[in-house]
């Protein structure tokens, strides 16, 4: 049976993910573009967290339920070092067909979404990335930073709660 803190945990984590997951929908401006981070909806659609006791002693753990979207979660959160290793070129072909985007040559004007096209703008994009890195948009840490207020006294007093019976037990067992 579930205590009042793991209760009041499961109601604060789940209004992290919903935060987040509305955190990830937002158009952003990023170097002076308007952008949307959500292309298919993997990783909106993958976001959840996992509340763990152990030992009486909870632990909080916000993640994604999708291995695909797993493989780029930490990316979009926290981006990518300029200098890094490039993305999968194949991965990017995919973003461009979901996304879609409208391709343009060298002089800046529209072309055809040809196969070899798309392939070329893929390996462009990656290899920009390797080389210039990515802004992440830090959806968790400001669903965390966003909610935090609304559950600090009570999780921090329910914690405290946590504490005390803790202590009271192990004061009692020893006692016998």
């Given at each position: 049976m579930a205590s009042e803190f793991e209760i009041l945990l499961n109601e604060y984590a789940a209004k992290v993910v919903e935060r987040a997951k509305s955190n990830l929908r937002i158009q952003r401006t990023v170097r002076g573009k308007k952008a949307k981070r959500v292309a298919s909806g993997?990783?909106?659609?993958?976001?959840?967290?996992?509340?763990?006791?152990?030992?009486?002693?909870?632990?909080?753990?916000?993640?994604?339920?999708?291995?695909?979207?797993?493989?780029?979660?930490?990316?979009?959160?926290?981006?990518?070092?300029?200098?890094?290793?490039?993305?999968?070129?194949?991965?990017?072909?995919?973003?461009?067909?979901?996304?879609?985007?409208?391709?343009?040559?060298?002089?800046?004007?529209?072309?055809?979404?040809?196969?070899?096209?798309?392939k070329s703008a893929a390996w462009a994009i990656a290899k920009s990335i390797g080389e210039n890195g990515i802004e992440g948009i830090h959806y968790y840490r400001e669903a965390i930073q966003d909610t935090w207020p609304e559950y600090k006294d009570r999780l921090m007093s329910m914690y405290t709660k946590e504490i005390e019976t803790r202590l009271l037990l192990n004061k009692r067992t020893r006692k016998k």
């Open positions: 993997t990783l909106l659609n993958s976001l959840t967290y996992k509340l763990t006791i152990r030992y009486r002693k909870p632990t909080l753990d916000f993640t994604v339920n999708n291995k695909e979207a797993g493989q780029y979660a930490d990316v979009i959160e926290w981006g990518r070092k300029p200098g890094a290793r490039m993305p999968p070129p194949d991965a990017i072909e995919q973003w461009i067909r979901i996304k879609p985007l409208k391709l343009r040559n060298r002089q800046g004007e529209f072309i055809k979404s040809t196969e070899s096209n798309i």
